[in-house]
């Protein structure tokens, strides 16, 4: 099993339409972190949890520590919301990020 | 962009050879990090420093895989007598590092293709 699942692995919506992807993972950790890659390579950081909830325009990101499973919510998607969204996790102990598979999302006008 | 520059941006090689990667953080950022990203993957941690240390290596940084900060500034990865299987994206990232700094946002650079031949 590996440590970091993320669902769907693929995802195709309209453009509007409220948009969750979920990530779940198996060890104790000390934060989390949502990122952004679009097509070309580039990573952007969108989130970094260690509880709670945080949003950020349409954004919205959750973690539940206890459930060891987070949630990356995009509200009113837009064709450039499409990309792959990764997620990621610090152990509690040293600074090594186990990053997921990624989800790929595809927005259609 | 992010401000986190990387150089070159891709490198193609014959098996064999030697190679290396530099990466400029933002400067006042004392954490930086190594990746590597195949095709369909997700990134894989390779190592990171604490301003001019390295802290942690992967197993998956092989004895041909070295990382430098010398200055606690900028990095460079070597990768000595390529093979056909480094072939992969190589991600620098940095961050702030302060010492008690729990959610310590990572910040990519673009990358550097390596394609082994």
């Known amino acids: 099993k590996n440590e970091v699942e993320q669902s769907p692995q693929n995802l195709t919506a309209q453009e509007g339409e409220f948009i969750t992807i979920n990530c779940s993972y198996s060890?104790?950790?000390?934060?989390l972190h949502w990122l952004q890659q679009h097509p070309g390579g580039g990573i952007v950081s969108l989130f970094m949890?260690?509880?709670g909830k945080k949003k950020h325009g349409r954004l919205i990101a959750t973690i539940n520590i206890q459930e060891k499973h987070s949630s990356l919510h995009i509200t009113a998607s837009h064709p450039r919301d499409s990309a792959v969204y990764i997620c990621?996790?610090?152990?509690?102990?040293?600074?090594?990020?186990?990053f997921g598979p990624g989800t790929r999302l595809s927005v259609l006008p | 962009d992010t401000g986190v520059s990387q150089d070159p941006r891709h490198k193609i090689t014959k098996r064999g050879q030697n190679v290396t990667f530099r990466c400029d953080p933002i400067?006042?950022?004392?954490?930086l990090y190594w990746y590597r990203q195949t095709l369909g993957q997700g990134p894989e941690f390779l190592t990171y420093?604490?301003?001019?240390?390295?802290?942690?290596k992967s197993r998956l940084l092989s004895d041909r895989f070295s990382a430098e900060r010398p200055k606690g500034s900028f990095s460079t990865l070597e990768i000595q007598r390529t093979e056909q299987g480094d072939s992969a994206m190589y991600l620098c990232?940095?961050?702030?590092?302060?010492?008690?700094?729990?959610?310590?946002?990572?910040?990519f650079g673009p990358g550097t293709r390596l394609t082994v031949l």
């Open positions: 990232a940095s961050s702030l590092g302060r010492p008690g700094l729990r959610e310590d946002t990572q910040y």
């Open positions: 060890v104790g950790i000390s934060a």
């Open positions: 949890l260690s509880s």
């Open positions: 990621a996790v610090k152990g509690k102990y040293g600074q090594n990020f186990v």
């Open positions: 400067s006042e950022h004392n954490r």
């Open positions: 420093f604490q301003n001019e240390a390295q802290l942690e």
